[in-house]
């Protein structure tokens, strides 16, 4: 007999260690928006899925919209990420514009990658987005290495692994902290704690259900914030790049969120309970990030023009990717060895 | 004219190309001293500690960090202990280095140079033994040398940091005591993909590579004496192979033996043969001389008996010129 679900809790001193820095109200105003559009693209991925319609690749990130997007929005452009297959969030935030997710999603010419990666491979070197690896865990190494071109390079630039339950478990994450933090390197993984890893839960996956705390060990800040809060995901992550940018080396930094969709389009999701599903739907983070700058006297009209443009956005993106050529070897012809 | 070791010249190629690229650096267990070949022997001192990065055991992490580096603007070196762990990173291998190559190589170049010693020398038993290019010829848009005189490492070596692809650069360690006439000049490459027919002759094409290149040489010039011509071709570069220069030779001799080191299921000999029966507008007779389909014992004696040989190759050789079909040739230790 499955106990019954409990919200997962936060240990409020671990938690006070990060509350310290300030997200003023346009930033919160800017995150709030690359939200809604990250929303809106799952939600149009969603309902044409419901018509038929194959979209190859596409893994939901409703839940997590303020997981992903707080957490680039510190960066600067020439500071790197490497991203998690689930949500464009990551990717809309640093600067991604949403019509080439859209046209890489659908193997259209225009995209990033020529229908060679799809959305899976999302490439942008110029706005810090190397691209993905395609078995889950190579990214530590790679962020590692990227890193260790920044301290080599004498540059500040700083480095955010995103990785979820499935690469966490791999033991290259062992062996690129350890090199992480032997060399000081100014790189941050961030654990996506979303309860799930497609039908395995969190906790029958890491003790205590924690995919960060094993690190502790390392004598590095290991820190677990409310990813669902845009203010605690802010914070913590802030802190952790600052720390990084300073030459004090790596930490491991856990957003609790939920995967609110399926796995991926063929999933029915059938092991998730919908007492789970709708206490999370409680805690949406973007309905909390909108209560919250309504609390800083944001006018709701503007918050509601917010959402209304992520709509528009999305259709016009995908109306253009439906009308835009398939992507060939020819014009993928560079890329070809 | 300097007369170098092997072992001598991999390490000036790597000082000399560490010297003219800023962004060449070399990874690897024990390199800080002198690493799992002898190579490095000095670097650490000439370079420092950000050129010349000695990494924990760990595999998956420094191949992956190549990666990384790779793709902020540097030329990493990774040296893998011995090349049978190319194993443990072979995801890293076939599955990262290339395909991110493919997937962005509108973005610009993947310089990862992989280099390992491999092969048997007597008695290192099953897991240091291997040569283990028929493991990584089969992955698509991995480049994978194996030279065989201390000359072709050089110019190989230093092709392969040039490159913008990624490398599997493998070196027998029968090779590393070998010596020769290091190249005076500071730029030799020796362009990859690219054979060499190291000696000519009319009745049999012999193909061999790394170590085997030696024994092929030494079954031709004892084959002269029976009058049997033998022309051997070192293709240097397993993949892309220099399949036109081996047709032409076997247009020539109608005869083909592909001498190799590994077990003979899978080898790089099988896709040679293939292709010169589908390719090669003449009758001929091809036949492949290899180890046979076993493990290496730890016992250096043991390990004689299981290893392809000039003898071997001579038996081969012989039967060859004579039959319309053989079957390949291995050696049987239960005899």
């Given at each position: ?337 | ?158 092709s392969a940091i040039r490159s913008s692809d ?165 050696k049987n230790p239960f005899l």
């Open positions: 007999m499955e106990e019954k679900y409990q919200m997962p809790g936060f240990s409020k001193e671990l938690q006070e260690q990060f509350d310290s820095i300030y997200l003023d109200t346009d930033g919160y105003k800017k995150i709030f928006q690359i939200m809604n559009l990250s929303r809106a693209f799952d939600r149009e991925c969603n309902r044409i899925l419901k018509q038929g319609k194959m979209v190859p690749h596409f893994h939901s990130g409703i839940g997590q919209e303020a997981l992903m997007v707080a957490s680039v929005f510190p960066l600067r452009t020439t500071d790197q990420i490497i991203y998690t297959h689930r949500g464009y969030g990551h990717l809309l935030a640093k600067g991604v514009s949403i019509l080439e997710i859209v046209l890489d999603t659908f193997m259209k010419a225009g995209g990033t990658n020529y229908g060679l990666g799809g959305n899976m491979h999302v490439t942008r070197p110029d706005l810090g987005i190397p691209g993905r690896e395609g078995v889950f865990g190579t990214r530590f190494g790679i962020a590692a290495g990227i890193a260790l071109a920044a301290q080599l390079n004498n540059s500040d630039q700083v480095t955010l692994c995103f990785y979820g339950e499935a690469a966490g478990a791999r033991g290259i994450l062992y062996e690129s902290l350890n090199m992480a933090v032997l060399w000081k390197l100014p790189v941050v993984f961030i654990a996506e704690n979303n309860g799930w890893s497609f039908s395995s839960k969190t906790k029958w996956l890491f003790p205590q259900s924690r995919m960060s705390r094993v690190w502790r060990g390392f004598d590095i800040p290991v820190v677990e914030f409310d990813g669902n809060d845009v203010e605690a995901t802010y914070s913590a992550v802030s802190q952790a790049i600052n720390l990084a940018r300073e030459g004090n080396g790596p930490s491991v930094i856990e957003g609790i969120t939920y995967r609110v969709d399926p796995h991926i389009w063929y999933d029915d999701a059938h092991y998730q309970s919908n007492d789970e599903i709708s206490l999370w739907e409680s805690r949406d983070p973007i309905e909390i990030a909108r209560q919250k700058l309504i609390e800083r006297s944001v006018d709701p009209v503007t918050l509601d023009q917010i959402v209304d443009l992520a709509f528009n956005q999305v259709c016009d993106a995908f109306e253009i990717a439906e009308n835009s050529p398939e992507a060939t070897w020819n014009d993928s012809k560079l890329a070809v060895i | 004219m300097t007369t170098l070791t092997t072992r001598e010249a991999i390490g000036l190629v790597l000082a000399e190309e560490m010297t003219r690229d800023p962004k060449v650096v070399y990874l690897g267990e024990t390199i800080r001293d002198i690493g799992a070949t002898g190579a490095s022997r000095g670097l650490f001192d000439q370079f420092g500690p950000a050129r010349i990065i000695e990494t924990p055991v760990s595999e998956n992490g420094f191949f992956g960090a190549a990666l990384g580096l790779a793709l902020s603007g540097f030329s990493p070196v990774i040296e893998i202990y011995s090349a049978d762990f190319a194993l443990i990173v072979a995801n890293e291998i076939i599955n990262d280095f290339p395909k991110w190559r493919q997937q962005q190589r509108h973005y610009g170049p993947l310089p990862v140079t992989i280099r390992g010693w491999m092969g048997a020398s007597g008695g290192l038993g099953p897991e240091h033994s291997q040569c283990m290019e028929a493991y990584f010829h089969h992955a698509p848009g991995l480049t994978v040398i194996a030279p065989g005189t201390m000359t072709d490492m050089a110019g190989l070596l230093r990624p490398v599997l650069f493998l070196e027998h360690r029968r090779i590393y005591e070998m010596s020769g006439v290091y190249p005076a000049n500071a730029d030799y490459c020796i362009e990859i993909g690219c054979g060499e027919i190291i000696r000519d002759g009319i009745d049999i094409t012999m193909v061999a590579w790394s170590h085997m290149r030696h024994v092929a040489l030494e079954a031709a010039q004892n084959l002269e004496n029976e009058s049997i011509s033998v022309e051997v071709i070192d293709p240097k570069t397993i993949k892309p192979m220099d399949y036109s220069l081996i047709a032409a030779s076997v247009e020539k001799t109608g005869r083909l033996i592909v001498i190799e080191e590994s077990p003979l299921t899978g080898s790089i000999g099988g896709e040679i043969v293939a292709r010169m029966v589908e390719g090669v507008d003449r009758g001929m007779v091809a036949t492949r001389v290899a180890m046979p389909d076993m493990i290496h014992p730890y016992s250096a004696s043991m390990e004689k008996q299981i290893l392809p040989d000039s003898d071997l190759v001579i038996k081969a050789s012989k039967k060859l010129i004579n039959s319309r079909a053989i079957g390949a040739i291995t």
